[in-house]
């Protein structure tokens, strides 16, 4: 089955740490370039993240950069997000999302993501 | 990385048709037709319904269209049926390996 799973959300204080895993399945994961979406509570998406197929290249948000690291693991099929100083505007759902360009040449992008997780839900709180 | 603007909300009876804009700017819409469209359920992750401007995902019915015209991308829904109703929302690539998303739009079938 053609899927990814997120995990590793929960509460955490302000200033504190977390990281998110996504694990893939029932595709060629080292093909495709990957990226990180959040969506606050009753909110819209917001782009977060992306690292390229063979995690060479990576890039971030505004919002997050110098305080969250992408990276993956192309022999356990999975990607990571490692967030620091966690924000109560870091509070969403966190979704992985696969780039659909994979599936016609590795590495290729078109910028659109075809496979999405269920999200996992990061809450900052104290 | 500024939001790209959709109307908050849009509606449509069954049968008709819808068009929700997606505005942009010259560094991102208007310079790229990298643009996608994404249809959300309530309590599920979006489904891609459009990208490259143009191009429809297989299984994604024929109903859905997309277009752009200078700095604004558009998503046509014709024949709208009760099942349409969801939030949508347009993401255009803004360069430099970024994306941005539109705020989101309700679609209501009445």
């Known amino acids: 089955q053609v899927q990814l799973v997120e995990s590793g959300g929960g509460v955490v204080q302000p200033g504190r740490s977390l990281r998110l895993s996504c694990a893939a399945s029932?595709?060629?994961?080292?093909?495709?370039?990957i990226h990180w979406v959040r969506q606050a509570p009753g909110k819209g998406l917001d782009w977060v993240a992306v690292?390229?197929?063979?995690?060479?290249?990576?890039n971030y948000a505004d919002s997050v950069k110098g305080r969250i690291t992408i990276s993956r693991d192309n022999s356990k099929n999975t990607l990571y997000l490692q967030m620091n100083s966690l924000r109560p505007e870091d509070t969403a759902v966190y979704y992985c999302a696969r780039d659909g360009g994979g599936t016609i040449l590795p590495g290729y992008q078109d910028y659109s993501f075809d496979l999405w997780g269920q999200g996992t839900l990061v809450t900052v709180s104290s | 990385q500024s939001a790209l603007t959709q109307p908050a909300s849009v509606s449509g009876s069954p049968g008709q048709s819808i068009t929700i804009p997606c505005t942009g700017t010259?560094?991102?819409?208007?310079?790229?037709?990298?643009v996608s469209w994404y249809q959300q359920n309530p309590g599920k992750a979006p489904k891609l319904m459009i990208y490259?401007?143009?191009k429809r995902p297989s299984g994604v019915s024929y109903r859905f269209s997309g277009s752009k015209s200078g700095n604004t991308a558009s998503l046509t829904i014709s024949g709208l049926q009760a099942e349409d109703e969801a939030d949508y929302y347009c993401?255009?690539?803004?360069?430099?390996?970024?994306?941005?998303f539109g705020g989101g739009t309700k679609l209501t079938v009445l």
């Open positions: 993401c255009s690539y803004a360069g430099g390996s970024t994306l941005v």
């Open positions: 490259e401007v143009t």
């Open positions: 029932g595709f060629t994961f080292s093909r495709y370039t």
């Open positions: 010259s560094s991102d819409v208007g310079s790229y037709n990298l």
């Open positions: 690292v390229s197929y063979d995690g060479s290249h990576r």
